[in-house]
């Protein structure tokens, strides 16, 4: 458990350059989204379902950040700011991810099966990004503030605009 908190204060230290002091990352809203999803994660995983609902609601509420329980999300993950932020279901985080404000990562039907994206590693997200449906983004891909994806996006690209 002290090995969780330290890599995560380390690495909100290492992602927001607007840190003066270290005990001012217990005041940012990912902090506290990150340690209810690790919670509402493991209910999940472990079927008791409502509890995991539960979590991630509350979690909502004090953070403007909704991260569903049955997503799965990698190492080094990074919500800057965050408000505004929601990640589906079946949604698919991988390893060194960061996203803005704004930023959803969402379905496109009630497909019970795989129906959010898939975010492979070192991908940045611009805040107001919306992704949606079962698609893959790409490893080393950036997505730009607004941006509106649709369709997979190639390792390594940049995505701007509409991409459908």
Do not use: C, Q
């Not at 993950?77 to 960061?98: A, C, R, S, W």
């Not at 490893?139 to 390594?156: C, E, Q």
């Amino acid at each position: 458990m002290v090995k969780f908190f330290k890599n995560l204060f380390l690495l909100i230290k290492t992602k927001d350059p607007a840190i003066h002091r270290g005990i001012e990352i217990i005041l940012y809203p990912f902090f506290k989204v990150y340690i209810y999803y690790k919670i509402a994660h493991f209910f999940y995983i472990h079927k008791l379902y409502f509890l995991a609902r539960f979590l991630s609601e509350r979690a909502k509420v004090r953070t403007g950040i909704e991260i569903h329980p049955g997503a799965i999300i990698g190492k080094n993950f990074f919500i800057d700011h965050g408000t505004g932020v929601v990640i589906g279901e079946t949604t698919i985080i991988g390893d060194n991810v960061m996203l803005f404000h704004g930023v959803t990562l969402g379905g496109v039907d009630a497909n019970p099966i795989k129906r959010h994206p898939t975010i492979e590693d070192n991908v940045v997200i611009g805040a107001g990004a919306i992704i949606l449906g079962n698609i893959t983004v790409g490893a080393n891909s950036r997505i730009g503030a607004g941006a509106i994806v649709l369709k997979d996006v190639p390792p390594n690209r940049t995505v701007v605009g509409v991409y459908k």
